[in-house]
């Protein structure tokens, strides 16, 4: 006889919008559901429930036909650099597939939008002709951005692009990202753990705790007034150079509930240093994301009383 052992909600009520050119920073610890989040934008994940708008269409009610259309103004970059491209092509195949596919261009007019996208992310013209296991992390990430933006596309969803290259590359990279995205008017999803390295690229940013949204702001605003606990020690955990500068790092305690079958109230309660003083509200009423002020949302009791 099988047994039901409950069902893990990998994604749970989470609502943002991403306005055109725009760059929105999703953030949040490994398994908190922000690659999930992003592949169900894309339907590589068909979602359960909810809806997807992109420029004014519900993606969930699309057929197959469709939505191969769409997916011509959504792109992706993936995180690992290595197991995205595929090692038996070209980096002219690669980067010249999905123009293919669309039947957007072919002979002498593909060569030359194929040149064109490898001088864009700074590649050289010569590297066509090579497999992808003779470059670096950094230079196949690269060849993953240039694929990604062969259909012009204008929402890119960015997987932690950069979490699998060294810090001097990652530094490349994301002002490669940060000058495309200017250049040609792209709007992203920007989603990584390191809040330094989302600070640097979005505008605005949302913070993720065990598949929901716990807080969302500008990135000005996110880090001169954090108002959600979990906020507050993501924060206090990037590092400071200044060794005589007084930062106070906050430590959670306890453990990481199970994503099955949660507890009633806020899924952060246990780790949360402000829970004794609300009470049994934070143990048995699950907050809703609010507006506390100039568009700044958070989902805390203790916020938004």
Same mark, same amino acid.
């Given at each position: 006889?099988?047994?039901?052992?409950?069902?893990?909600?990998?994604?749970?009520?989470?609502?943002?919008?991403?306005?055109?050119?725009?760059?929105?920073?999703?953030?949040?610890?490994?398994?908190?559901?922000?690659?999930?989040?992003?592949?169900?934008?894309?339907?590589?994940? #068909? +979602?359960?429930?909810?809806?997807? &708008?992109? @420029? $004014? /269409? *519900? =993606?969930?009610?699309?057929?197959? !036909?469709?939505? %191969?259309?769409?997916?011509?103004?959504?792109?992706?970059?993936?995180?690992?650099?290595?197991?995205?491209?595929?090692?038996?092509?070209?980096?002219?195949?690669?980067?010249? #597939? +999905?123009?293919?596919?669309?039947? &957007?261009? @072919? $002979? /002498? *007019? =593909?060569?030359?939008?194929?040149? !064109?996208?490898? %001088?864009?992310?700074?590649?050289?013209?010569?590297?066509?002709?090579?497999?992808?296991?003779?470059?670096?992390?950094?230079?196949?990430?690269?060849?993953?951005?240039?694929?990604?933006?062969?259909?012009?596309?204008?929402?890119?969803?960015?997987? *932690?692009?950069?979490?699998?290259?060294?810090?001097?590359? %990652?530094?490349?990279?994301?002002?490669?990202?940060?000058?495309?995205?200017?250049?040609?008017?792209?709007?992203?999803?920007?989603?990584?753990?390191?809040?330094?390295?989302?600070?640097?690229?979005s505008n605005r940013m949302g913070i993720m705790y065990l598949g929901k949204l716990v807080e969302t702001a500008s990135k000005e605003e996110l880090y001169s007034n954090p108002l959600h606990p979990y906020t507050q020690a993501l924060l206090s955990a990037i590092p400071v150079p200044d060794p005589e500068r007084n930062h106070q790092r906050?430590?959670?305690?306890?453990?990481?509930?199970?994503?099955?079958?949660?507890?009633?109230?806020?899924?952060?309660?246990?780790?949360?240093?402000?829970?004794?003083?609300?009470?049994?509200?934070?143990?048995?009423?699950?907050?809703?994301?609010?507006?506390?002020?100039?568009?700044?949302?958070?989902?805390?009791?203790?916020?938004?009383?």
């Amino acid at each position: 006889m099988k047994r039901d052992s409950g069902y893990l909600h990998a994604v749970d009520d989470v609502t943002f919008s991403i306005h055109k050119q725009e760059v929105f920073g999703l953030v949040g610890e490994s398994g908190c559901g922000k690659t999930t989040i992003g592949k169900t934008i894309l339907r590589l994940y #068909e +979602p359960t429930e909810g809806n997807v &708008i992109f @420029e $004014g /269409k *519900e =993606l969930s009610r699309l057929n197959k !036909e469709e939505m %191969q259309k769409t997916r011509k103004s959504m792109q992706m970059i993936f995180q690992d650099p290595y197991s995205s491209l595929n090692p038996r092509m070209t980096v002219h195949d690669i980067i010249a #597939e +999905p123009l293919r596919i669309y039947r &957007i261009c @072919e $002979g /002498k *007019e =593909l060569e030359e939008r194929v040149q !064109e996208l490898l %001088q864009l992310v700074e590649l050289n013209s010569q590297y066509a002709r090579r497999y992808p296991h003779e470059f670096s992390g950094g230079q196949r990430q690269r060849i993953g951005i240039a694929r990604a933006l062969a259909l012009n596309p204008k929402l890119i969803v960015c997987d *932690e692009p950069v979490s699998a290259l060294d810090v001097s590359v %990652q530094a490349q990279v994301l002002n490669l990202l940060s000058d495309l995205q200017e250049k040609l008017g792209l709007s992203y999803l920007f989603i990584a753990h390191d809040m330094s390295v989302v600070k640097h690229i979005s505008n605005r940013m949302g913070i993720m705790y065990l598949g929901k949204l716990v807080e969302t702001a500008s990135k000005e605003e996110l880090y001169s007034n954090p108002l959600h606990p979990y906020t507050q020690a993501l924060l206090s955990a990037i590092p400071v150079p200044d060794p005589e500068r007084n930062h106070q790092r906050i430590i959670l305690k306890g453990d990481i509930p199970s994503p099955i079958n949660p507890d009633a109230g806020c899924r952060f309660y246990k780790r949360c240093q402000y829970a004794k003083e609300m009470g049994e509200l934070c143990s048995t009423v699950t907050p809703e994301l609010k507006d506390v002020g100039s568009g700044h949302m958070a989902a805390c009791h203790r916020c938004t009383i």
